[in-house]
């Protein structure tokens, strides 16, 4: 079993910057494909960014790309994922994966998952 825990979450402005952590415990993640997802109110759960196990390859939505890095730190079994130049359409509660099973960075992508975090609430003012 995984548990994962989001933290850095809360309220930004426009244009400002949040980083947001995923640690794991219970069992290494090393061997797992990471990624991010979020839910805004009234909409579905989407797909944000993935990542390798290996960190070298990495999947965004399109409307983050160039703002938001998802990155990994194997030795502490935790995931990262930098968001930059926020824009109110990013408010969301995002929620950290893993992909314990394919532990691929496009599986976790289409929705492959085998364990979620409980959320981490993001909300950006105009």
């Known amino acids: 079993q995984v548990q994962l825990v989001e933290s850095g979450g809360g309220l930004a402005q426009a244009g400002g910057s949040l980083r947001l952590s995923c640690a794991a415990s219970?069992?290494?993640?090393?061997?797992?494909?990471m990624g991010w997802f979020r839910q805004a109110p009234g909409k579905e759960r989407e797909f944000v960014a993935t990542i390798s196990v290996s960190g070298s390859t990495t999947y965004y939505r399109d409307s983050v790309k160039g703002r938001f890095t998802i990155s990994r730190e194997s030795a502490k079994n935790t995931v990262y994922l930098q968001m930059n130049s926020l824009k109110p359409e990013d408010t969301a509660v995002y929620y950290c994966?893993?992909?314990?099973?394919?532990?691929?960075?496009?599986?976790?992508?289409?929705?492959?998952?085998?364990?979620w975090g409980q959320g981490t609430q993001v909300t950006v003012s105009s």
């Open positions: 219970g069992r290494t993640t090393t061997t797992c494909a």
């Open positions: 994966a893993a992909d314990c099973t394919a532990a691929t960075a496009i599986a976790l992508r289409s929705g492959k998952i085998d364990y």
